[in-house]
């Protein structure tokens, strides 16, 4: 395996894919830990539950993710799906953390 990253269009061999892929994911995972951190503090921040479930931050959250995908020449049924799953596993969380915050009061 490589010990350093290639960028994806100058790739030759499935080990600089599979390296360049695994280094991707941890990038992945340093910005969902931002934005899941992003999440608790809305948790802590709202005072009512029933602030947490915003229909229209998620329709427009959506909406700019599938334009930045659409300006990168990305595919934007994928982008749209992906986000989805994002936005609701963070309602989801922000849900939680919601009521761990006020269990503990």
Same mark, same amino acid.
């Given at each position: +395996?490589?010990?350093?990253?290639v ?6 061999? +499935? ?23 992003? +999440? ?22 959506i909406l ?9 020449? +990305? ?16 309602i ?14």
């Amino acid at each position: +395996m490589t010990s350093y990253i290639v960028d994806p269009d100058n790739c030759n061999s +499935m080990d600089e894919v599979r390296a360049g892929v695994d280094a991707t994911d941890l990038d992945l995972i340093e910005i969902l830990e931002r934005r899941f951190g992003y +999440m608790r503090a809305a948790a802590r921040i709202k005072s009512s539950k029933s602030d947490i479930r915003d229909e229209e931050r998620k329709r427009r959250v959506i909406l700019s993710a599938v334009n930045a995908a659409k300006l990168r020449g +990305m595919p934007e049924e994928r982008i749209a799906a992906l986000w989805d799953a994002l936005v609701e596993t963070s309602i989801a969380y922000e849900f939680e953390i919601w009521e761990d915050l006020r269990s503990e009061s």
